[in-house]
């Protein structure tokens, strides 16, 4: 039997959703890779595996491209794992860093910078900045440490009164439909048991996993969280 390809991200905001697929039946029937969100949408992009997390700014990317379940890395408001991080405050900044492990949350800082702050800013891919993105868990515990952190999630909802959504589950082909009512529903009790995945983790000051999964993150697809796709995804294309 081929197995279905499938690349995800390592980050702990997935953990929930590998918990339940590594816990479900479908495991013999997968290729299960880890890898980071740009990584995870180049993959799918590039036909090297048959679906993904990807970040959904790599969706003007695929052709073909099916968003499987109704789950998604998402939030409705602050996610506090997505982040401009900066010495000065956002008026003042006039050049920013991107993170290379990000689409979507490099695209939402441009977004936001240009229509939301109104800020006209040099994009800088490695070396010095005023500002940069950080993404995931590699935030964890730094938002303390800087002079100014601005929470992508929480000023996306402040510019459009929508919630966001990071990261969609998509395949670049027609898979069978069983395969994806039984993705789904361990996706589903993945998210349902999001608390079990927090044993073992490493501890960081003033970070709480618990708020962080349960809280700062939503992992249901609305509609509300579809029509945020659409509403980004035009913006996006106008950068």
């Not at 290379?100 to 994009?123: E, F, M, P």
């Not at 993705?183 to 996993?209: C, M, S």
Request: negative net charge; hydrophobic residues 40%; glycine residues 6%.
């Amino acid at each position: 039997m081929t197995k279905i390809k499938i690349s995800a991200v390592s980050y702990t905001n997935t953990l929930p959703f590998l918990q339940g697929i590594r816990a479900s039946s479908l495991m013999d029937q997968i290729d299960l890779s880890l890898d980071y969100p740009a990584e995870c949408a180049r993959k799918v992009i590039a036909n090297e595996v048959d679906m993904g997390i990807i970040p959904v700014a790599a969706l003007l990317e695929i052709e073909d491209a099916h968003i499987i379940g109704d789950y998604c890395i998402g939030t409705e408001g602050r996610v506090d794992s997505v982040f401009i991080f900066s010495d000065k405050p956002i008026e003042e900044i006039d050049s920013i860093r991107l993170d290379y492990q990000s689409k979507t949350s490099n695209g939402l800082a441009r977004i936001l910078l240009k229509h939301y702050w109104k800020r006209d800013v040099r994009i800088v891919q490695e070396g010095e900045a005023d500002a940069y993105v950080l993404i995931g868990d590699r935030t964890f515990g730094k938002k303390d440490e800087v002079t100014f952190a601005y929470d992508l999630g929480y000023y996306w909802k402040q510019f459009t009164g929508l919630p966001f959504a990071f990261a969609v589950w998509v395949a670049n082909k027609e898979l069978p439909p069983v395969f994806v009512t039984g993705f789904n529903r361990a996706l589903a009790n993945g998210i349902t048991h999001a608390a079990d995945v927090i044993e073992g983790l490493p501890r960081y000051q003033d970070f709480d996993y618990l708020d962080y999964l349960t809280n700062s993150l939503d992992f249901h697809l609305t509609d509300k969280k579809r029509e945020a796709i659409s509403r980004y995804l035009e913006l996006y294309k106008g950068l």
